[in-house]
């Protein structure tokens, strides 16, 4: 059992560059967020998704978007990038309502140059 | 919104001491839920405790426990008997259900903790 597997784990980008940021789980988990943690403080809710199809706005959506086409993968797009971004990118997922278990992918470290 | 306030940014403590980090939240919520998530230099986030707002008794996870005073919104984490794997970053997180269960966590900024041998 894989977990949340996210790729890549390293990335330097240049300013103005896209990329996607890819997260798969294989728990048949309903729920998925994307979060980025900047050098010293907590995770921030970038985006999430409820099931395949929906997904909704965190904290700090702007420059992000998101799509959920399966209930396995929940890719997270970064367009025309900036040095802002630079980050540590985790997607993390959750069974179902009810339950309170996250389980956390092992991170995308960003730097945009 | 919730908010969650970590004071300590660097602890440190000998190895097999007790060590106990502090959280404070705010919130004008009954319902919720606090976790105190465990972050290693491989950077996996990793869930060390959880308590439930509406039970009275605190939660305990073999060395880990916490001191949860509701009134005062303080969730602070002990750690017994403290080992050189115990070194990480510890965040406090807050979470509270909607009708659609949408629930999303808020971290405080973490406590670097530092297990000395």
């Known amino acids: 059992n894989a977990g949340v597997t996210q790729t890549p784990k390293f990335r330097i980008l240049k300013i103005g560059q896209s990329m996607t940021l890819q997260c798969t789980q294989d728990?048949?988990?309903?729920?998925m967020y994307w979060y980025r943690q900047d050098p010293g403080m907590g995770l921030k809710l970038i985006y999430y998704?409820?099931?395949?199809?929906?997904?909704d706005k965190g904290e700090v959506p702007n420059g992000y978007n998101v799509s959920r086409s399966t209930t396995e993968d929940f890719p997270l797009r970064l367009e025309l990038a900036a040095p802002s971004q630079t980050s540590v990118y985790f997607c993390?997922?959750?069974?179902?309502?009810?339950?309170?278990?996250?389980?956390f992918g092992s991170g995308t470290r960003l730097t945009v140059v | 919104a919730q908010t969650v306030t970590q004071s300590q940014p660097e602890m440190s403590v000998q190895e097999a001491e007790t060590v106990t980090l502090s959280c404070t939240y705010d919130?004008?919520?009954?319902?919720?839920?606090l976790f105190w998530y465990k972050q290693p230099p491989s950077r996996q986030m990793i869930l060390v405790i959880r308590?439930?707002?509406?039970?009275?008794q605190n939660a305990t996870e073999n060395r880990f426990s916490v001191n949860f005073q509701k009134a005062a919104k303080s969730f602070s984490l002990k750690i017994s008997d403290s080992q050189l794997g115990d070194t990480a970053m510890y965040f406090c997180?807050?979470?509270?259900?909607?009708?659609?269960?949408?629930?999303?966590?808020?971290f405080g900024t973490g406590t670097r903790l530092t297990i000395i041998p």
């Open positions: 998704s409820v099931g395949a199809g929906i997904t």
């Open positions: 997180a807050f979470m509270k259900p909607d009708d659609f269960g949408n629930e999303k966590l808020t």
């Open positions: 308590q439930e707002a509406y039970k009275q």
């Open positions: 728990m048949n988990h309903n729920y």
């Open positions: 919130t004008s919520e009954s319902n919720y839920y």
């Open positions: 993390a997922s959750r069974p179902r309502r009810g339950s309170y278990g996250y389980t």
